[in-house]
């Protein structure tokens, strides 16, 4: 079973920029697409970006497109969440995800969740 480590939050004023990273460990991590998910108070957890298993490919929410870049580095077993031009509404909490297989899906079934680290932006 993988295990998923994230780190890199904390308290940033808006227009700011933080970048998350997630290290995972427990299987072939370069086999694996990766993905981030938020949650803020009282809503949903939602996607947010995500990374086939190769890097050859990214996805992301349309209210991060242009602001936020996940990347991957195999050789140390992490995906990383580049957040530029930071907004109040981006404040959550931010959860590491493992998917099943190599390619992203919508489905979220199978996939491993990180224990998420708190992102909050101020204005």
């Known amino acids: 079973q993988v295990q998923l480590v994230e780190s890199g939050g904390g308290l940033v004023q808006a227009g700011g920029s933080l970048r998350l990273s997630c290290t995972a460990s427990?299987?072939?991590?370069?086999?694996?697409?990766m993905g981030w998910f938020r949650q803020a108070p009282g809503k949903e957890r939602e996607f947010v970006a995500a990374?086939?298993?190769?890097?050859?490919?990214?996805y992301y929410t349309d209210s991060v497109k242009g602001r936020f870049t996940i990347s991957r580095d195999n050789a140390k077993n992490t995906v990383y969440l580049q957040m530029n031009s930071l907004k109040p509404e981006d404040t959550a909490v931010y959860y590491c995800?493992?998917?099943?297989?190599?390619?992203?899906?919508?489905?979220?079934?199978?996939?491993?969740w990180g224990q998420g680290t708190q992102v909050t932006v101020s204005s």
């Open positions: 995800a493992a998917y099943p297989g190599p390619y992203y899906s919508d489905s979220t079934e199978g996939v491993v």
């Open positions: 427990g299987r072939t991590f370069s086999r694996y697409a």
């Open positions: 990374i086939r298993f190769n890097g050859a490919r990214t």
